[in-house]
């Protein structure tokens, strides 16, 4: 499996951006999709996931009500809608294939860069 994200840029604070992480090699089907971000200077943080099976969402509490996770079968596609984005929120965005409690792929990340 292959990830690719796609869809970071700069953006005022208070603006929205749409990430994509799409794979391709496998169905998402078989995975649960998480994202991570890392800020220069700070350790990777969890951020949204969502697992395929019954499409339960979690979130990280610092983007509870901002950012929504959602997903394309379709596609082959999962989606991270950021909107009332913060300053905070700059960092590398990452999504991981998750099996179990195993992170098996990766993609090579997306940088998301808020200014105040």
């Known amino acids: 499996v292959q990830l690719a994200e796609s869809g970071g840029g700069l953006v005022q604070a208070g603006g929205s951006l749409r990430l994509s992480c799409a794979a391709s090699?496998?169905?998402?089907?078989?995975?649960?999709i998480v994202w991570f971000r890392q800020a220069p200077g700070k350790e990777r943080e969890f951020v949204a996931q969502i697992t395929w099976r019954g499409a339960i969402t979690d979130y990280a509490d610092s983007v509870k009500g901002r950012f929504t996770i959602s997903g394309d079968r379709t596609k082959n596609t999962v989606y991270l809608q950021m909107n009332s984005l913060k300053p905070e929120d700059t960092a590398i965005y990452y999504c991981?294939?998750?099996?179990?409690?195993?992170?098996?792929?990766w993609g090579r990340g997306t940088q998301v860069t808020v200014s105040s």
């Open positions: 991981g294939a998750r099996s179990g409690t195993t992170y098996e792929y």
């Open positions: 090699g496998r169905p998402f089907s078989m995975y649960d």
